[in-house]
C-alpha cells in the first residue's frame, strides 16, 4: 500500500494491541488533504478544458464573420475603380494557371492605413482613404482575418511544375474585362464582413474576378468559399509560428507550401479550385 496509515487497534482477547506509527519525520497521508488536491486538479483541466474551447470558438469565428458582423447602416457610394489609376494596368491576354487566395490581418492593414493618412496632404485622397476603409478600419466593428482577394495568377509559359511566383505583377492576368462599371451595392454587400470594404471587392472584382468568372456573384461566392473553408487563428504571429498553425488547425493544408509577406498570407488552387503547393519566390 502506498504510503502508511495510522496507529489502529487490532482484534485481541482483553487487550488491545497497535502497530507502531512511522516516525514522525514522514509525512503522513491526509484523506481531506487528498481529496482537495483531487478536486483542485478537476476543476484545473475543467479551465484548461475551456479555455482550449475559447480558443477554438475564435478562430472558427473568423470563417464566420459574413454571418455575424454588422453591415453598415448605409449603402456605400462612389466605390468605383478607375482602371487608369492602377499602377501595373491590363493583361488580358496572361493565362491563368492556379489562383492564390490573399488573406491579411485587419489590425495590421488599418494601422499601416492610419500611417498613410497621417502623411498625406492632398484633402481629395484623404477623403476618399477615409471612406473607402471607414468600415473595416474606423467603425465599431472588429476583424481578425479577412479576404483580401483570390487572384489569378501565371506561371508565364512554364508548367505548375516549373512555374516560381512571379514578382513582376504585370504578368499576370488583369483587367481581363477592362475598366468595368461600378457594380450594384446589393451585390457587394453580402460579403463586406469577409472583405470589409466595397471598394476593395469593387477592385478585386476588376482586377481579377473578371479574368476567369462571367459574373461578379460567383467571383465572389468562389471566394467566400474558400476562404471560409479555413480555420485561422485568434490573433498574429511571426510566419513559422502562422505556418505551424495554419497547418495543424486545417489537416488539408499539412502538406502544402503556403507564403507570406508582411501580415498577409497566401493559399493556392489550381484552376480547379483545388489545393496545391504555392510556387516558390522567384529569386
Not at 29 to 49: A, E, V
Not at 69 to 79: E, G, I, Q, R, V
Amino acid at each position: 500500500m502506498c504510503g502508511f496509515v495510522d496507529a489502529m487497534p487490532l482484534p485481541g482477547i482483553g487487550t488491545s494491541t497497535t502497530i507502531p506509527q512511522e516516525p514522525n519525520n514522514m509525512a503522513q497521508r491526509n484523506p481531506l488533504t487528498h481529496k482537495n488536491s483531487s478536486h483542485y486538479f478537476s476543476r484545473l483541466l475543467l479551465l484548461i478544458s475551456v479555455l482550449l474551447t475559447f480558443i477554438a470558438l475564435f478562430s472558427i469565428s473568423q470563417t464566420l464573420q459574413a454571418q455575424s458582423c454588422k453591415l453598415p447602416d448605409s449603402a456605400a457610394t462612389d466605390y468605383d475603380f478607375a482602371m487608369a489609376k492602377d499602377n501595373f494596368g491590363p493583361n488580358p491576354n496572361a493565362t491563368t494557371d492556379y489562383y492564390k487566395m490573399a488573406v491579411n490581418w485587419s489590425e495590421d492593414y488599418c494601422t499601416r492605413l492610419s500611417i498613410t493618412l497621417a502623411s498625406e496632404t492632398d484633402p481629395t485622397t484623404l477623403e476618399k482613404l477615409h471612406k473607402d476603409n471607414a468600415f473595416q478600419c474606423f467603425s465599431d466593428q472588429q476583424f481578425g482575418w479577412v479576404l483580401h482577394g483570390l487572384w489569378a495568377s501565371s506561371c508565364d509559359g512554364k508548367g505548375l511544375g516549373r512555374c516560381t511566383d512571379l514578382k513582376d505583377i504585370r504578368k499576370h492576368p488583369r483587367f481581363c474585362g477592362g475598366d468595368l462599371p461600378q457594380l450594384p451595392y446589393s451585390e457587394i454587400e453580402p460579403y463586406l464582413c469577409i472583405s470589409p470594404s466595397a471598394a476593395l471587392l469593387q477592385a478585386e472584382w476588376e482586377k481579377h474576378g473578371a479574368c476567369d468568372f462571367t459574373s461578379a456573384t460567383d467571383y465572389f461566392e468562389k471566394s467566400r468559399q474558400l476562404f471560409t473553408a479555413l480555420r485561422y487563428p485568434p490573433t498574429t504571429m511571426s510566419h513559422q509560428k502562422l505556418d505551424r498553425w495554419m497547418k495543424k488547425n486545417n489537416p488539408q493544408l499539412a502538406n502544402k507550401r503556403l507564403l507570406y509577406r508582411g501580415s498577409e498570407m497566401y493559399i493556392c488552387y489550381n484552376t480547379a479550385f483545388e489545393l496545391i503547393d504555392c510556387p516558390r519566390i522567384a529569386n
